[in-house]
């Protein structure tokens, strides 16, 4: 098959960027990201945006004084695995020969919304009905943190432990909203949200930022070229939900197709960035992705193989609790971020010796994951 | 190149549809359009969606009832053009060997928003501005038409012509939502919007509305299988505009666009469902497309060359004046409109003998055309 190459990439500092409007905020990522490709405007045959609130042909808006103007633009949304659904639709085209060069961006503008306050559609009697009745994001994986504790016999510190190590790694990073470090006690001393997951143990919201890839078929004149080894996306579930709420099969399915794709498994992963919106979804998630047999995502996590300088580091850059997470900008940060560890270039918090990398964001479901979307994608050089 | 083939489509009626959720009406048009194609649902691999303003993954939701779980499903977005653009992404990964078949539909609710009035984002200063003047999508086609009749020497009942045609076109289509005819008196007498443009020449846009067609690499076992010739999608303008309000220059390269790919040219089409929401854009749009010459259009509309019975009619399902515009769903519409006609099975409305048939949608562009998607297709048995 055809091989895919990440040409360059770059991100805007995800924060509070009061007084910039979306598009100058994913301006500014498209720009560096190009640069650092190194990849003339001219070159670029298609644009994919990312985005899930930023409203109509959002992406013909930001390329317009780019020199961009008059390619194809596909605004394209999945929640929050809008920006590898980006990438991942990106794929087929080059694989089909309509392009050899393209953009990948996502970008989101939370603030300016009042902060993640996602808008309830009139769309769906059931959604609705849970949602007013308090199953909002939070309230599930609360619930799945209390199964959690009582069937794994763990303690609400193992989970405080994943704000812990993702802040950590958020301090190193220029990038992530929240660079102050934590403890324990702090995480669950801070404001109770949604029993067990305390303030510090959820995404911070109130957040903005843009995130952009160049993706090619040809191959780079660069040291270490990345490659993009599988991408896949899939969907809700493919039989009703059994009552194991602790077992993330959208996640679950979403990597074996990967790791499939790329003729790899969990073991060859040296650095992960994983969809990190609560606490519990990490520990969830690692077992999801093969990590850690099912029952033993605690043990991984205490026995630091996770943590920067472990075995298989997850989350270097902070994460989405430390790096916060603008909707449609998370998928792409995740990939610039394993571009820059697969390259040697990610400063303080470079993963030693990393060639092979995996990101994952799996969204949707405010009433249940039974319309989410997932997506899983293997990167190595 | 490989095949592609259109193995069924349906569209739900077009109109007011109180109390039904846009997920409902969405269902409605997918599942006969897999009744259409013999299809059965667990044979779909992929899923698109063209939404403009339903909100957060909203596919997912939608299938999420049908038996279509669990397959990825792709959210698409791209103003007046999102249907058309689902259709042309489809393409990519069945070119691509991704699928072998798949779902794309367009839906869109616009009585539950209050009717096509598009919320403005805060998203660039220049649209906001002009917006702010007056400068909506009417007032452009108005200038538009200003300026056509004064260097065409046309006279406004030129403009009116193009509705008297395509509402009576739309008298013949059950799926239409204004299903009388009218007249060139009726027209110029109705109430004035923007000048030259009367209510009647600009497309209805308290509507609801939702249209699926099922897309596949496999040849069905149909008498007259329509295949997708080419597909485009540009957006913006290659060079800055010059001063020619006249020049539909985007949906021009998008047409040129698609007949190289098809190895056509506009001599060869049959019949043509084109993006008339106002009546000045029909008559832009046939020399966009080629149909006429620059300077032409309107002897073209007083040959009766493109009324049911000419030579090559344009908008025989009555258009985006008489059937409504859901924006979401137009783009599909358009294309289920041309299979059943090449299929021979478009009732009253039937084109003769149509081999080859057209569909051309071009939106956003609020404040002008820099930031707008175009996307022309060419269907064929």
Redesign the interface.
Known sequence: MQDIYIHGGAMTPFGRHPGV???ELAQQAILKALADADVPAGRIQA?YCAN???????G??I??DLGL???????????CASGA?GV??AR??L????YDTVLVFGIEQLT?LGGGT??L?????K?ELYARSGMVLPAVYAMRGTRFLYERDARPADLAEVAVKNRHHGSLNPYAQQRNTTTVEEVLASRMIADPLTLLQCCPSQVDGAAALVLSTRRPAQARPVKVLSSV??????EEADDDILDAEITA?AARQAYVQAGLGPQDVDVVELHDAFTIAELLYYEALGLAPRGDAVALLKSGATRLGGRVPVNPSGGLLAKGHPLGATGVAQMVEILWQLQGRAGARQVAEARIGLTQCT??GIAGV????SSVHLLGV
């Open positions: 409007l979306a598009p644009v899930v609130l930023g409203g109509m042909i959002l013909q808006l390329v317009r103007k008059g390619i194809p633009v596909y605004n394209v949304e999945n929640a659904t991942h639709l087929h085209a694989l089909a020969g309509q300016a996602i808008p559609q009139r769309n769906d009697h959604t996306v899939v969907s809700g579930m493919r399915r969204g949707g039974d319309h989410a979307a």
